[in-house]
């Protein structure tokens, strides 16, 4: 079965400041796809980033950017110039690419982001 | 709305009691999944949902737990007798294709369900 794990339960970060999350997962499959949301207090999760596990190059959305290392079984995401409103937690996620069988999303534990002004 | 709708958005519940949680996903969204989201711990997924094919109840706990969708559309999470390790968020989400390449589940806010 596949896990997905998050090692750092919280993180903290001043304003403009670079951050990284860590995640590692655990998979015997080569097509999958990766993924990390934010969840702030409203609870509602948002999608911030999405990697294809058949690209070789990261993922980048404006001020977040992955770092995939496929072989390491690794996906850590890095967000920079920091702001208030980053502070939130943040989960990765794992997905198979079954091709009509449940894909559902297999999360880690989170990350708890503070955001220090 | 445009987005995946949740409600009670909190309910508070004696232990013994029924429950019932409703999601009405994204219009034209033909996957819906529900997962529960305890303190301290990553989701759980639940059940999910595809069209008119038979549920994946392979994340349910345990026979308390039921869930459906009618229509291919709203769908209701019953807990039954409930017990106070069922407190929790319920989260549902929905995606337009499940086998497909985007990948990208929409989420609800949730309903924070507290057992007494």
């Known amino acids: 079965a596949q896990t997905v794990t998050q090692s750092q339960p919280e993180m903290s970060v001043q304003e403009a400041e670079t951050v990284t999350l860590s995640c590692t997962y655990d998979?015997?499959?080569?097509?999958?796809?990766l993924f990390w949301y934010k969840q702030p207090p409203s609870r509602q999760m948002i999608l911030v980033i999405r990697?294809?596990?058949?690209?070789?190059q990261n993922a980048t959305e404006n001020r977040f950017s992955v770092n995939f290392q496929k072989a390491a079984k690794s996906f850590s995401l890095k967000i920079s110039d920091s702001q208030l409103g980053d502070a939130a937690m943040y989960f990765c996620a794992y997905r198979g690419n079954y091709g009509g069988a449940t894909n559902k999303l297999i999360f880690g534990t989170g990350t708890l982001l503070a955001v220090q002004p | 709305g445009a987005g995946v709708s949740q409600s009670p958005s909190n309910k508070v519940t004696e232990k013994g009691k029924d429950v019932e949680l409703r999601c009405d996903p994204i219009s034209g969204h033909t996957a819906l999944y529900w997962y529960r989201q305890s303190l301290g711990q990553g989701l759980e997924f639940l059940i999910y949902?595809?069209?008119?094919?038979?549920?994946?109840k392979s994340g349910l706990p345990s026979d308390r737990f039921s869930a459906e969708r009618t229509g291919g559309s709203v769908s209701t999470l019953t807990i039954q007798r409930t017990q106070q390790e069922d407190s929790a968020v319920y989260l549902c989400?929905?995606?337009?294709?499940?086998?497909?390449?985007?990948?990208?589940?929409?989420f609800g806010e949730g309903s924070r369900l507290t057992v007494l």
């Open positions: 989400a929905s995606s337009p294709i499940a086998g497909g390449p985007v990948g990208e589940l929409f």
């Open positions: 990697q294809e596990a058949y690209k070789q």
């Open positions: 949902f595809q069209g008119n094919s038979a549920p994946d």
């Open positions: 998979t015997s499959e080569s097509d999958y796809y």
